[in-house]
T-cell receptor
Framework: DQQVKQNSPSLSVQEGRISILNCDYTNSMFDYFLWYKKYPAEGPTFLISISSIKDKNEDGRFTVFLNKSAKHLSLHIVPSQPGDSAVYFCAASALDYGQNFVFGPGTRLSVLP | DADVTQTPRNRITKTGKRIMLECSQTKGHDRMYWYRQDPGLGLRLIYYSFDVKDINKGEISDGYSVSRQAQAKFSLSLESAIPNQTALYFC???????????????FGEGSRLTVL
């Protein structure tokens, strides 16, 4: 049973609009959450993180929101650009995993010009 | 040059063959990892090593073994490859004292393995 879920395998958004990628988790012990971005033929690269003591973290066009009671986080990209087209992975960690990360299955974002 | 280098990038082999995927890094990180990516399943941890003398099993270690030859080198072996080990394999490193986020993973470009 997956502990980190990304229920939308794919998402298409028009350039300039907002992209919202969602992630749900089941383990209440997770205390750090990261988003990774992956282009074809490349390894994933770190995008943004959030600690469980916060409910929002912002970095330029990217904002991550955390709702601990719902065990839900979301990544907002505003405005979306064609270069944002990639697969986005949500990842979570907890002390009882030795601070190793559990990854979701990913969401493929396509930003249409 | 990439900080985390994986070889080979692509490999096709037959069932029962022994395969080694190699990873080397120039980041000076103590922690190294091997992940496997399958469609719909994301990245799953196979093995990880926090230093040269430390090897730990991850979520899906069965059928795999690893060797940490030096701080900079971490190899993944499939002793007798089977078709359901067909996947994209990623090596990663981390250093809890550096990066934009402590514990951030730095990935190689991946090794695509096909077992016929």
């Amino acid at each position: 049973d997956q502990q980190v879920k990304q229920n939308s395998p794919s998402l298409s958004v028009q350039e300039g609009r907002i992209s919202i990628l969602n992630c749900d988790y089941t383990n209440s012990m997770f205390d750090y959450f990261l988003w990774y971005k992956k282009y074809p033929a490349e390894g994933p690269t770190f995008l943004i993180s959030i600690s469980s003591i916060k409910d929002k973290n912002e970095d330029g066009r990217f904002t991550v929101f955390l709702n601990k009671s719902a065990k839900h986080l979301s990544l907002h990209i505003v405005p979306s650009q064609p270069g944002d087209s990639a697969v986005y992975f949500c990842a979570a960690s907890a002390l009882d995993y030795g601070q190793n990360f559990v990854f979701g299955p990913g969401t493929r974002l396509s930003v249409l010009p | 040059d990439a900080d985390v280098t994986q070889t080979p990038r692509n490999r096709i082999t037959k069932t029962g063959k022994r395969i080694m995927l190699e990873c080397s890094q120039t980041k000076g990180h103590d922690r190294m990892y091997w992940y496997r990516q399958d469609p719909g399943l994301g990245l799953r941890l196979i093995y990880y090593s926090f230093d040269v003398k430390d090897i730990n099993k991850g979520e899906i270690s069965d059928g795999y073994s690893v060797s940490r030859q030096a701080q900079a080198k971490f190899s993944l072996s499939l002793e007798s490859a089977i078709p359901n080990q067909t996947a994209l394999y990623f090596c990663a490193t981390s250093d809890p004292t550096s990066g934009r986020y402590a514990g951030e993973l730095f990935f190689g470009e991946g090794s695509r393995l096909t077992v016929l």
